[in-house]
């Protein structure tokens, strides 16, 4: 037997002694076990905790960026319809501006013209788009001429009547344009629709139908 053979039993024999499984040996050794199932159980769950956590985090940021790219769109989209409001505004009163110009100019050559009918009509356009514009003292004045061609006109009242019903065959047209003019234009309002009477031009009542249920 050689040196190094004799160490080696040595050796397994101490060892064999040291942890020779007993009852309190293996209650020993199932409460390291169990420690260990615990350490790993632990670790499993904050791993999971950790995940849970950043994946809740970045979910939040996401949602975050999300939310603002939203926002920043739908302002863009806003500031572009705002835009283009403003711009149909724009083209809008400038049209507007434009008929009235029209309108008066019309007015006043039929007025030149004797053909108090259409100049009457002219002036009502030409106060209504003024009117559209906000332009106050121009739908002012247009009143003030149809009233003129009106007074002028009395010196035939039929043939006035005639063109203007040729015209217009609705005589609501008229007074609907009038009756959007302010309260500041009442004055002016009232003497055009009492004008327009003793030309026997009064506004068209429309009854409404009703049903009649036989028993």
Known sequence: MTKETTIRDTII????????????NSEIYKEIINSQNQTYNLLIYTFTGIMVLLAGVSWFANRNIIQAQIIK??????????MKTEVLKSLDSKLNFHEAKIARLFAIQTTNLKEYSNAFSWYI??????????????VRRCLDHAIDVLETAKNDKDRFKRLLLE???DTNYFFNIIDKFPSTLNKEK?????LLKEFEICPEKKYAHKKISFL
């Open 167 to 169: 015209e217009r065959p």
């Open 13 to 24: 024999k101490i060892i064999e002694k040291t942890v020779q499984p007993t009852l309190e």
């Open 190 to 194: 009232n003497q055009i629709k009492n």
């Open 125 to 138: 356009k030409a106060a209504e788009k003024e009117q559209a514009i906000n332009s106050g003292e121009p």
């Open 73 to 82: 769109k739908t302002k863009k989209i806003l500031q572009k319809e705002k």
